[in-house]
């Protein structure tokens, strides 16, 4: 196996490819820029370079098609041992299905061949940044107090003190306030970012005193919400153990024909218990919407089983849309998809207006992010100039 070494680099990547030109030449060119790396031939010698994850790579580039382990299959090996590592997928004969594909398995691009250093680059720092942060947020909360003794006081504090934030999803055709997503705060110091509220909630087997303590704060604020404005709110996978859940006297229930329930899947869901589970809320009136498409879950496979009225893009698919033909394709056939199955597209993380403007070219009208407004206690009012 060929290693290419430079004396100053930026991180370690992983080359696929069994074109011997292909390896070489993508190994020069990241070389060039500053980082450590390996090549290997196929999926197999990849992940034998990973050696079981012992050995730490910062992205993977691999090819689509190869002999023995192809690039899918490579990113399904990957997935077993690291949820994290980003995988970049090339292939110099891109189609819609394999984009999809690649995302939907977990890849965090998709990188069409021909490509310049810069595309190549930009992708890998790109991905290797995002990965690094992860990383050393995982390493400060393993170092930390934070999974202490003192984990269940602090986590009954944070309930005690958590409220709702609302941050409006606009209909950029209609111009107008489509909806507001409920998102979980606390003033609990300690466990104020929510992903870490989250974490320290399963680990301790709290994901449904969470999810109650939600859904009661949802259904409080629901007489402020305008005539028409629909609530979206985010539903974990293990909340469909909640028999609370689909009682029809709870407080939520009671809102239910304005309701959007966000499946996420932190973990997996089981595709015949969760079909069931949902059509059971779907009785009740709620509406079904599946979170994070394109963040490396299998939502593809959620649309079939699940059937949503609602598909979120995750952000990493809007971000720089505008300046990526081959995101725009994939955005676009994925709108095409839903509509065709009777249900709406969110494209989350809208931050400008050139985003903006390239989402709706691809067919989606309903817009989400900083761009409109950012998460608030109060309902904001977006005026129309603004969407």
Request: charged residues 25%; glycine residues 8%.
């Amino acid at each position: 196996m060929d290693v290419a070494v430079t004396k100053s680099h930026l991180g370690r990547v992983l080359v696929v490819d069994d074109d011997p030109a292909m390896r070489k030449a993508c190994a020069r060119l990241l070389a060039t820029e500053g980082w450590n790396v390996v090549v290997a031939e196929n999926g197999r010698a990849a992940i034998d370079a990973m050696d079981g994850g012992r050995e730490q790579f910062d992205c993977v580039v691999s090819d689509v098609h190869m002999p023995e382990l192809d690039g899918f299959g490579l990113i399904a090996a990957i997935r077993r041992h690291d949820d994290e590592l980003p995988v970049l997928l090339m292939t110099a004969d891109p189609s819609l299905d394999g984009a999809v594909r690649a995302i939907d398995n977990g890849a965090v691009s998709y990188l069409s061949k021909p490509f310049d250093q810069g595309a190549l680059g930009t992708a890998v720092a790109r991905a290797a940044r995002r990965h690094g942060v992860a990383r050393m947020r995982r390493r400060a909360e393993s170092s930390s107090p934070l999974f202490g003794d003192d984990m269940i006081p602090r986590f009954e504090r944070a309930l005690a003190r958590a409220w709702m934030a609302f941050q409006p999803i606009v209909d950029v055709t209609a111009r107008r306030v489509f909806a507001y997503e409920a998102l979980i705060r606390t003033d609990e110091p300690s466990l104020q970012r929510p992903d870490v509220l989250i974490t320290v909630a399963e680990k301790l087997g709290r994901v449904h005193d969470l999810g109650r303590t939600v859904r009661a704060a949802v259904a409080r604020a629901m007489p402020t919400f305008p005539t028409g404005v629909l609530a979206f709110v985010n539903l974990h996978g293990l909340e469909l153990d909640d028999e609370q859940l689909f009682d029809p006297r709870s407080e939520l229930a009671a809102h239910s024909s304005r309701v959007v329930l966000e499946i996420t899947e932190r973990i997996g869901l089981d595709p015949a218990i969760g079909a069931s589970r949902v059509a059971m809320l779907r009785r009740m009136g709620y509406r079904i919407a599946v979170d994070d498409l394109g963040a490396g879950y299998s939502a593809l496979g959620a649309l079939a089983s699940l059937e949503p009225e609602v598909v979120k893009l995750d952000m990493s698919l809007v971000r720089d849309l505008q300046a990526s033909p081959t995101k725009r394709r994939v955005v676009g056939a994925i709108a095409t998809l839903v509509r065709e199955l009777g249900g709406r597209v969110v494209a989350e993380g809208v931050e400008q207006k050139l985003e903006r403007d390239a989402v709706l070219a691809c067919g989606i009208e309903l817009l989400q992010g900083y761009l409109f407004a950012r998460p608030s206690r109060e309902l904001e009012v977006v005026e129309r100039d603004r969407i």
